[in-house]
Structures are given as C-alpha cells and as structure tokens.
C-alpha cells in the first residue's frame, strides 16, 4: 500500500465519527494539548476524547507529549491555573499533520462517497435530505418502506459522521419541507438535514451516477 493510499485509508477511518477530525484540527491550532483542554474548546465530553486520543495516538495521527519536557510556549491552550500541573499531552505526528495540510473538500468528498457508495440505506437517507431540505426520522421510515428503528440509528450514524446535521425545528418553514405530514408533527420531531459537506458529497455522487439526478 502506498503512503497516500494509507492516509486515504485512515482518513475514511476518521471520518466514521466526526469528531475524530475536530479533535485533530483543534491539535493543528493548538499545537500541544491535553485532555481537559480540548473538552473546553471542543465541547466533546472528557470521556469520549479520551477515547478518540487513544484511537488517534494507534492510527499513527497523535503522539504524546510528557508534560516534564514541555514548554509552557509550546500548549497554546493551556490554563493559566495548570501551568504547573502534570498532564499528558498530545500533538500531531508528521503523519497526521501531513494529512490536515493536503485535507480539501475534494479528498474529503473522495473519502466519504467510499464509505457510503455501498451502503443502499445511507444512500437513499441522503438523497431523500436532499429532495426534502429537512425532515424528521418519520418521514424518511415512510419514505424508505423501512422500520422506525432502522432509520434512527442509520440518521445518527450520517450524523456522527457529519454529513446530516440536526435542523433547528422553530425555524424551518413548512415551505422548505417537500413532504409535509400531519401539522402536529412539526414540533415534536428532530429535523435532520444535509450539512454543507453532505451537500457536496450528494453532488458528486449525483454527477458520477451514484445517486440518480
């Protein structure tokens, strides 16, 4: 496998969960970070990037920093309350800085339509948010013919992967919905509709013939 291959690998794994790639970018800004650090500026809860750090430290993406050999220049982030606290810290490897700097929507999209090209319930949950501009999970269980309980865990899936994102409900006009239910279920439901990356990714696979136009 070649070097880009290997990052196009590991970028598909990363983009499962949307965070992972947060938590990257926040590293990039931030340049030495620790754990309770990147709760506060990523708002992911402690437990979970603790997780996410130890996934991304085995991909090769992060390495630790020992917080004896830091300099207090070095963590941007870092509370004055904690300068002299012992942490573990956390920075980009060559790999993982590699791998944001050439990080453009086109790789993005690239890495997105592999996960879901083979995935016929994700593919039709995407282009049905992109005929329908936001909806609840009801309205895509009818429209897909498939149970309540398939469809939700399918939308959180696309959700935590970052290519549908939660609609506000109060502010979306029954004119931006195409399939309007029963009034009562406009404010009971969570709307889910494309993100902006979602958006690109549904082009394009519109335009390669993945989804019909």
Known sequence: ???KEELSAKLRIILRD???LTILKHLKIANVDYGKSIMLNTKIPLAEIVE????????GLI????GATLKNTEAKFKLSSEVHKHHTYYRLTREGDHLLRHLEDRMLIDAYM?????????LSIL???????ADHALTY???THKRLEEITPKIEELVKMGLLEEKNSKIIKFADRKAKPKKETRTHHKYY???RIGELVVREMKRRGILPK
């Not at 996410?52 to 991909?59: A, G, M, P, V, W």
């Not at 592999?114 to 994700?122: F, G, M, P, R, S």
């Not at 282009?127 to 501009?133: F, G, H, K, P």
């Open 1 to 3: 496998m070649s070097d």
């Open 18 to 20: 949307i965070r992972y």
């Open 52 to 59: 996410i750090l130890d996934d991304l430290e085995r991909l």
């Open 63 to 66: 390495e630790r920093v020992h």
């Open 114 to 122: 592999e996960i879901v090209k083979n995935d016929n319930l994700a």
């Open 127 to 133: 282009r049905l948010a992109d005929e329908l501009n």
């Open 141 to 143: 269980a009818k429209l």
């Open 193 to 195: 509709g494309l993100s």
